[in-house]
Protein backbone atom coordinates (compact mmCIF):
# COMPACT_ATOMS: atom_id res chain seq x y z
CA UNK A 1 0.00 0.00 0.00
CA UNK A 2 1.47 3.48 -0.46
CA UNK A 3 0.72 6.37 1.34
CA UNK A 4 -1.49 8.09 -1.02
CA UNK A 5 -3.70 5.11 -0.26
CA UNK A 6 -4.33 6.25 3.31
CA UNK A 7 -6.29 9.58 1.56
CA UNK A 8 -9.17 9.14 -1.08
CA UNK A 9 -8.87 12.30 -3.07
CA UNK A 10 -10.74 12.06 -5.84
CA UNK A 11 -9.08 11.24 -9.11
CA UNK A 12 -9.86 14.36 -10.94
CA UNK A 13 -7.48 16.60 -8.09
CA UNK A 14 -4.40 17.23 -7.59
CA UNK A 15 -3.77 18.61 -4.26
CA UNK A 16 -0.92 20.93 -3.53
CA UNK A 17 -2.01 23.20 -1.17
CA UNK A 18 -1.50 21.60 2.02
CA UNK A 19 -0.42 25.17 3.07
CA UNK A 20 -3.88 26.54 2.23
CA UNK A 21 -6.54 23.82 4.19
CA UNK A 22 -5.15 20.22 3.71
CA UNK A 23 -7.73 17.03 3.22
CA UNK A 24 -8.64 14.70 5.41
CA UNK A 25 -6.86 11.29 5.82
CA UNK A 26 -9.48 8.17 5.46
CA UNK A 27 -8.88 7.71 8.74
CA UNK A 28 -9.79 10.55 10.28
CA UNK A 29 -13.15 10.59 8.30
CA UNK A 30 -13.43 7.17 9.63
CA UNK A 31 -13.36 8.75 13.47
CA UNK A 32 -15.58 11.54 12.55
CA UNK A 33 -18.39 9.29 11.48
CA UNK A 34 -18.03 6.72 14.24
CA UNK A 35 -18.11 9.75 16.81
CA UNK A 36 -21.25 11.06 14.96
CA UNK A 37 -22.98 7.79 14.93
CA UNK A 38 -21.95 7.03 18.44
CA UNK A 39 -23.26 10.65 19.20
CA UNK A 40 -26.43 9.73 17.91
CA UNK A 41 -27.09 6.00 19.52
CA UNK A 42 -25.02 6.90 22.79
CA UNK A 43 -24.72 10.70 23.26
CA UNK A 44 -22.94 11.17 26.33
CA UNK A 45 -23.32 7.92 27.90
CA UNK A 46 -19.56 7.49 26.25
CA UNK A 47 -18.12 10.71 27.70
CA UNK A 48 -15.70 9.12 29.14
CA UNK A 49 -14.32 7.91 25.90
CA UNK A 50 -14.79 11.60 24.86
CA UNK A 51 -11.94 12.98 27.97
CA UNK A 52 -9.81 9.70 26.66
CA UNK A 53 -9.52 10.84 23.44
CA UNK A 54 -9.06 14.51 24.24
CA UNK A 55 -6.07 13.03 26.36
CA UNK A 56 -5.02 11.11 23.86
CA UNK A 57 -5.01 14.50 21.34
CA UNK A 58 -2.93 16.58 24.27
CA UNK A 59 -0.38 13.66 24.29
CA UNK A 60 0.04 13.89 20.14
CA UNK A 61 0.25 17.17 20.59
CA UNK A 62 3.24 17.16 23.37
CA UNK A 63 4.53 14.93 20.92
CA UNK A 64 4.38 17.58 17.90
CA UNK A 65 5.94 20.38 19.89
CA UNK A 66 8.39 18.25 21.98
CA UNK A 67 6.79 19.85 25.23
CA UNK A 68 7.73 18.38 28.60
CA UNK A 69 4.15 17.69 29.45
CA UNK A 70 0.94 16.95 27.68
CA UNK A 71 -0.70 19.38 30.28
CA UNK A 72 0.83 22.16 28.74
CA UNK A 73 -1.16 21.67 25.33
CA UNK A 74 -4.36 23.88 25.25
CA UNK A 75 -7.06 23.50 22.55
CA UNK A 76 -8.04 26.71 21.16
CA UNK A 77 -10.23 27.49 18.09
CA UNK A 78 -7.22 28.54 15.66
CA UNK A 79 -4.30 30.66 15.08
CA UNK A 80 -5.51 33.87 15.62
CA UNK A 81 -7.22 33.10 19.04
CA UNK A 82 -3.57 32.41 20.52
CA UNK A 83 -1.47 35.22 19.09
CA UNK A 84 -4.12 37.55 20.60
CA UNK A 85 -4.49 35.51 24.10
CA UNK A 86 -0.84 36.35 24.13
CA UNK A 87 -0.45 39.94 22.44
CA UNK A 88 -3.71 40.94 24.95
CA UNK A 89 -2.88 38.99 27.83
CA UNK A 90 0.81 40.52 28.12
CA UNK A 91 0.91 43.98 30.50
CA UNK A 92 1.97 46.86 27.81
CA UNK A 93 3.12 50.19 28.88
CA UNK A 94 3.19 53.39 26.04
CA UNK A 95 6.44 53.10 24.13
CA UNK A 96 6.72 49.56 24.16
CA UNK A 97 7.58 47.59 21.00
CA UNK A 98 6.88 44.67 19.04
CA UNK A 99 9.63 43.36 16.48
CA UNK A 100 7.94 41.53 13.45
CA UNK A 101 8.14 40.53 9.42
CA UNK A 102 6.16 42.87 7.07
CA UNK A 103 5.11 39.89 5.02
CA UNK A 104 3.27 38.02 8.04
CA UNK A 105 -0.12 36.10 7.50
CA UNK A 106 -2.88 38.87 8.72
CA UNK A 107 -3.37 35.91 11.88
CA UNK A 108 0.22 37.26 13.40
CA UNK A 109 -0.31 41.14 12.03
CA UNK A 110 -3.48 42.21 13.16
CA UNK A 111 -3.62 41.29 16.86
CA UNK A 112 -0.60 43.09 17.36
CA UNK A 113 -1.55 46.13 15.49
CA UNK A 114 -4.90 45.98 17.60
CA UNK A 115 -2.31 46.19 20.93
CA UNK A 116 -0.34 48.59 19.52
CA UNK A 117 -3.15 51.16 19.07
CA UNK A 118 -5.12 50.21 22.02
CA UNK A 119 -1.41 50.51 24.84
CA UNK A 120 0.28 52.79 22.18
CA UNK A 121 3.07 50.69 21.27
CA UNK A 122 5.19 50.55 18.17
CA UNK A 123 5.44 48.04 15.87
CA UNK A 124 8.95 47.51 14.18
CA UNK A 125 8.43 46.18 10.96
CA UNK A 126 11.46 44.11 8.83
CA UNK A 127 11.00 43.35 5.13
CA UNK A 128 12.40 39.64 5.93
CA UNK A 129 12.79 39.11 1.87
CA UNK A 130 15.08 41.69 1.45
CA UNK A 131 18.27 40.54 3.07
CA UNK A 132 20.08 36.63 3.36
CA UNK A 133 19.96 36.51 7.23
CA UNK A 134 16.25 37.50 8.01
CA UNK A 135 16.73 36.55 11.68
CA UNK A 136 19.76 38.76 11.97
CA UNK A 137 17.51 41.92 10.17
CA UNK A 138 14.66 40.69 13.09
CA UNK A 139 16.95 40.75 16.30
CA UNK A 140 18.90 43.81 14.92
CA UNK A 141 15.18 45.86 15.76
CA UNK A 142 15.07 44.16 18.95
CA UNK A 143 16.11 46.70 22.00
CA UNK A 144 15.00 47.15 25.97
CA UNK A 145 11.81 48.24 25.19
CA UNK A 146 10.57 45.03 22.76
CA UNK A 147 8.34 42.86 24.54
CA UNK A 148 7.94 40.23 22.15
CA UNK A 149 9.38 38.91 18.84
CA UNK A 150 7.03 36.81 17.18
CA UNK A 151 7.24 35.27 13.41
CA UNK A 152 5.88 32.23 11.39
CA UNK A 153 7.73 29.34 11.59
CA UNK A 154 7.92 29.06 8.07
CA UNK A 155 6.53 32.20 6.27
CA UNK A 156 3.18 31.36 3.95
CA UNK A 157 3.97 33.28 0.61
CA UNK A 158 7.43 32.99 0.32
CA UNK A 159 7.81 29.63 1.89
CA UNK A 160 10.82 31.23 4.05
CA UNK A 161 11.39 28.51 6.59
CA UNK A 162 13.31 30.84 9.43
CA UNK A 163 15.67 29.26 12.27
CA UNK A 164 13.67 29.24 15.30
CA UNK A 165 16.73 28.14 17.17
CA UNK A 166 18.61 30.92 16.75
CA UNK A 167 16.39 33.60 17.40
CA UNK A 168 14.92 31.32 20.71
CA UNK A 169 18.74 31.51 21.58
CA UNK A 170 19.16 35.05 21.19
CA UNK A 171 16.48 36.03 22.90
CA UNK A 172 16.88 33.86 25.74
CA UNK A 173 17.83 35.30 29.09
CA UNK A 174 16.53 38.95 27.90
CA UNK A 175 13.05 40.69 28.66
CA UNK A 176 11.86 40.37 24.72
CA UNK A 177 9.45 36.77 24.61
CA UNK A 178 9.38 34.88 21.29
CA UNK A 179 6.30 34.04 20.06
CA UNK A 180 5.92 31.32 16.94
CA UNK A 181 2.80 31.08 14.88
CA UNK A 182 3.92 27.76 13.90
CA UNK A 183 0.82 26.74 11.67
CA UNK A 184 3.45 26.00 8.47
CA UNK A 185 5.31 23.71 9.81
CA UNK A 186 3.67 21.58 12.58
CA UNK A 187 3.27 18.04 10.39
CA UNK A 188 5.15 19.59 7.94
CA UNK A 189 8.97 19.36 9.82
CA UNK A 190 10.06 18.88 13.45
CA UNK A 191 9.33 21.82 15.77
CA UNK A 192 10.56 21.67 19.31
CA UNK A 193 9.46 24.70 21.56
CA UNK A 194 12.40 23.29 24.10
CA UNK A 195 15.22 23.30 21.55
CA UNK A 196 13.80 26.63 20.31
CA UNK A 197 13.61 28.50 23.57
CA UNK A 198 10.22 29.68 22.30
CA UNK A 199 7.58 30.87 24.70
CA UNK A 200 4.20 30.91 22.81
CA UNK A 201 3.39 28.75 19.75
CA UNK A 202 -0.18 28.72 17.88
CA UNK A 203 -1.25 26.49 15.42
CA UNK A 204 -4.25 25.92 13.96
CA UNK A 205 -4.77 21.76 12.62
CA UNK A 206 -6.12 22.47 8.93
CA UNK A 207 -3.14 22.27 6.85
CA UNK A 208 0.30 19.99 7.49
CA UNK A 209 -1.24 18.43 10.58
CA UNK A 210 -4.17 17.10 8.26
CA UNK A 211 -6.79 18.18 10.49
CA UNK A 212 -10.01 20.24 10.26
CA UNK A 213 -10.27 23.81 10.62
CA UNK A 214 -11.18 25.11 14.39
CA UNK A 215 -8.97 23.60 16.63
CA UNK A 216 -5.81 24.64 17.29
CA UNK A 217 -2.83 23.56 19.08
CA UNK A 218 -1.45 26.40 21.65
CA UNK A 219 1.97 26.30 23.82
CA UNK A 220 2.78 28.46 26.45
CA UNK A 221 6.03 28.19 28.70
CA UNK A 222 4.79 27.41 32.30
CA UNK A 223 7.06 29.94 33.62
CA UNK A 224 4.49 32.32 31.78
CA UNK A 225 1.56 31.36 32.82
CA UNK A 226 1.43 33.85 35.78
CA UNK A 227 2.39 36.56 33.55
CA UNK A 228 -0.50 36.20 30.79
CA UNK A 229 -2.96 37.77 32.09
CA UNK A 230 -6.57 35.87 31.07
CA UNK A 231 -9.76 37.56 29.14
CA UNK A 232 -11.52 34.58 28.80
CA UNK A 233 -13.39 32.81 31.30
CA UNK A 234 -15.62 30.07 32.18
CA UNK A 235 -16.46 26.52 33.94
CA UNK A 236 -13.58 24.75 32.47
CA UNK A 237 -10.62 26.70 32.84
CA UNK A 238 -10.72 26.52 36.74
CA UNK A 239 -8.50 24.26 38.54
CA UNK A 240 -11.63 22.13 40.17
CA UNK A 241 -13.80 21.58 37.02
CA UNK A 242 -17.02 19.97 37.25
CA UNK A 243 -17.59 20.85 40.59
CA UNK A 244 -20.45 23.18 39.65
CA UNK A 245 -21.68 24.47 43.24
CA UNK A 246 -18.43 25.51 44.59
CA UNK A 247 -18.52 29.09 45.13
CA UNK A 248 -14.96 29.48 45.05
CA UNK A 249 -12.83 28.48 41.88
CA UNK A 250 -8.58 28.94 40.95
CA UNK A 251 -7.57 29.18 37.44
CA UNK A 252 -6.50 25.71 36.31
CA UNK A 253 -2.60 25.46 37.12
CA UNK A 254 -1.80 23.89 33.30
CA UNK A 255 -2.57 24.55 30.33
CA UNK A 256 -6.48 24.27 30.70
CA UNK A 257 -6.64 27.67 31.90
CA UNK A 258 -6.70 29.29 28.82
CA UNK A 259 -9.42 26.97 27.94
CA UNK A 260 -12.78 28.73 28.64
CA UNK A 261 -15.36 26.53 28.25
CA UNK A 262 -16.67 23.34 26.76
CA UNK A 263 -13.66 21.66 23.89
CA UNK A 264 -14.19 21.24 20.31
CA UNK A 265 -14.82 17.35 20.67
CA UNK A 266 -15.49 16.79 17.10
CA UNK A 267 -12.12 18.33 16.18
CA UNK A 268 -10.53 16.31 19.07
CA UNK A 269 -11.80 13.07 17.24
CA UNK A 270 -10.66 14.13 13.94
CA UNK A 271 -7.36 15.79 15.13
CA UNK A 272 -6.48 12.38 16.73
CA UNK A 273 -6.89 10.42 14.19
CA UNK A 274 -4.46 12.84 11.73
CA UNK A 275 -2.06 13.28 14.44
CA UNK A 276 -1.96 9.32 14.81
CA UNK A 277 -1.54 8.94 11.53
CA UNK A 278 1.74 11.58 11.49
CA UNK A 279 3.07 10.18 14.49
CA UNK A 280 2.54 6.29 12.53
CA UNK A 281 4.32 8.21 9.71
CA UNK A 282 6.86 9.94 12.17
CA UNK A 283 8.23 13.39 11.47
CA UNK A 284 11.71 12.50 10.04
CA UNK A 285 10.05 10.25 7.34
CA UNK A 286 7.38 12.98 6.62
CA UNK A 287 10.38 15.84 6.45
CA UNK A 288 12.53 13.79 4.16
CA UNK A 289 9.48 13.00 1.41
CA UNK A 290 8.09 16.64 1.42
CA UNK A 291 11.72 17.80 1.22
CA UNK A 292 11.93 15.24 -2.32
CA UNK A 293 8.61 16.67 -3.36
CA UNK A 294 10.06 20.04 -3.31
CA UNK A 295 13.18 19.55 -4.72
CA UNK A 296 11.60 17.59 -7.57
CA UNK A 297 8.66 20.32 -7.97
CA UNK A 298 11.87 23.12 -8.35
CA UNK A 299 14.20 20.96 -10.67
CA UNK A 300 11.11 20.31 -13.19
CA UNK A 301 9.87 24.27 -12.61
CA UNK A 302 13.29 25.59 -13.40
CA UNK A 303 13.14 23.50 -16.49
CA UNK A 304 9.89 25.11 -17.32
CA UNK A 305 11.61 28.54 -17.44
CA UNK A 306 9.85 29.63 -14.04
CA UNK A 307 11.81 31.66 -12.00
CA UNK A 308 11.53 30.23 -8.12
CA UNK A 309 10.78 32.87 -5.48
CA UNK A 310 11.06 30.42 -2.40
CA UNK A 311 14.65 30.56 -1.07
CA UNK A 312 16.87 27.81 -2.61
CA UNK A 313 18.82 26.24 0.58
CA UNK A 314 17.23 23.22 1.39
CA UNK A 315 16.94 24.57 5.09
CA UNK A 316 15.35 27.24 4.30
CA UNK A 317 12.66 25.38 2.59
CA UNK A 318 9.51 23.44 4.66
CA UNK A 319 6.58 22.61 2.61
CA UNK A 320 6.32 25.07 0.20
CA UNK A 321 7.41 26.07 -2.98
CA UNK A 322 6.34 29.65 -4.69
CA UNK A 323 6.99 30.31 -8.45
CA UNK A 324 6.64 32.61 -11.71
CA UNK A 325 6.22 31.72 -14.80
CA UNK A 326 8.79 33.89 -16.72
CA UNK A 327 6.16 34.93 -19.76
CA UNK A 328 3.11 34.45 -18.13
CA UNK A 329 0.61 36.13 -15.93
CA UNK A 330 0.89 34.34 -12.36
CA UNK A 331 -2.67 34.95 -12.10
CA UNK A 332 -4.04 33.52 -15.03
CA UNK A 333 -1.51 30.91 -15.30
CA UNK A 334 -3.16 29.88 -11.46
CA UNK A 335 -6.75 30.07 -12.86
CA UNK A 336 -5.89 27.68 -15.49
CA UNK A 337 -4.36 25.05 -12.90
CA UNK A 338 -7.37 25.87 -10.70
CA UNK A 339 -9.71 24.83 -13.80
CA UNK A 340 -8.06 21.54 -14.34
CA UNK A 341 -8.43 20.67 -11.36
CA UNK A 342 -4.55 21.58 -9.64
CA UNK A 343 -5.29 22.49 -6.24
CA UNK A 344 -2.58 25.30 -5.38
CA UNK A 345 -2.62 29.21 -4.18
CA UNK A 346 -2.34 32.78 -5.85
CA UNK A 347 0.70 34.21 -3.15
CA UNK A 348 3.40 36.37 -2.55
CA UNK A 349 3.15 37.63 -6.47
CA UNK A 350 3.47 33.73 -7.76
CA UNK A 351 1.76 30.18 -7.75
CA UNK A 352 2.10 28.75 -4.49
CA UNK A 353 2.07 24.81 -4.47
CA UNK A 354 2.69 22.94 -1.39
CA UNK A 355 2.66 18.63 -1.75
CA UNK A 356 2.77 16.45 1.60
CA UNK A 357 4.64 13.74 2.25
CA UNK A 358 1.85 11.29 0.98
CA UNK A 359 1.33 13.11 -2.39
CA UNK A 360 2.44 10.94 -5.53
CA UNK A 361 4.83 10.99 -8.09
CA UNK A 362 2.23 10.87 -10.48
CA UNK A 363 -0.25 13.77 -9.33
CA UNK A 364 3.11 15.57 -9.06
CA UNK A 365 3.57 14.44 -12.69
CA UNK A 366 0.02 15.50 -13.76
CA UNK A 367 0.31 19.51 -12.33
CA UNK A 368 3.66 19.56 -14.18
CA UNK A 369 2.19 18.56 -17.56
CA UNK A 370 -0.82 20.29 -17.17
CA UNK A 371 1.13 23.55 -16.26
CA UNK A 372 3.88 22.87 -19.66
CA UNK A 373 0.45 22.89 -21.81
CA UNK A 374 -0.86 25.91 -20.12
CA UNK A 375 2.56 27.43 -20.68
CA UNK A 376 2.55 26.31 -24.21
CA UNK A 377 -0.66 27.78 -25.07
CA UNK A 378 1.04 31.57 -24.96
CA UNK A 379 -0.26 34.23 -23.17
C1 LIG B 1 1.10 31.76 8.65
C2 LIG B 1 -0.37 31.55 8.88
N1 LIG B 1 -0.90 31.78 10.10
C3 LIG B 1 -2.20 31.57 10.35
C4 LIG B 1 -3.06 31.11 9.38
C5 LIG B 1 -4.50 30.84 9.69
O1 LIG B 1 -4.89 31.44 10.88
P1 LIG B 1 -6.13 30.88 11.71
O2 LIG B 1 -5.72 29.56 12.28
O3 LIG B 1 -6.35 31.89 12.75
O4 LIG B 1 -7.26 30.75 10.77
C6 LIG B 1 -2.57 30.88 8.10
C7 LIG B 1 -3.48 30.43 7.01
O5 LIG B 1 -3.28 30.60 5.86
C8 LIG B 1 -1.19 31.09 7.85
O6 LIG B 1 -0.65 30.82 6.65
Request: glycine share 6%; proline share 4%.
Amino acid sequence: MSYSDLFELNPNLVHLNHAGVAPWPRATVKAVTQFAYENASWSTRRYDTWLHEEQELRELGRWLVDAESKDEIAFLKNTSEGISSVAFGLDWQAGDNIVLAQEEFPSNRIPWEAVAERYSAEIRWVDVNATETPEHALLEQVDSRTRVLTTSSVHYASGLKMNLPLLGQALHDTPTLFCVDAIQSLGAHSLSVRESKIDFLAADSHKWMLGPEGIALFWVRPELYERLNLSQYGWHMVARAGQYDEATWEVAPDARRFECGSLNTLGIYALRASLDLLHQVGMIDVEERIADRIQQLDQSLRALDCRILTPSEPDRRAGILTFSPSRQESGKVYEQLMERGILCAARGGGIRFSPHFYTPANALQFALEALQEILDSGP
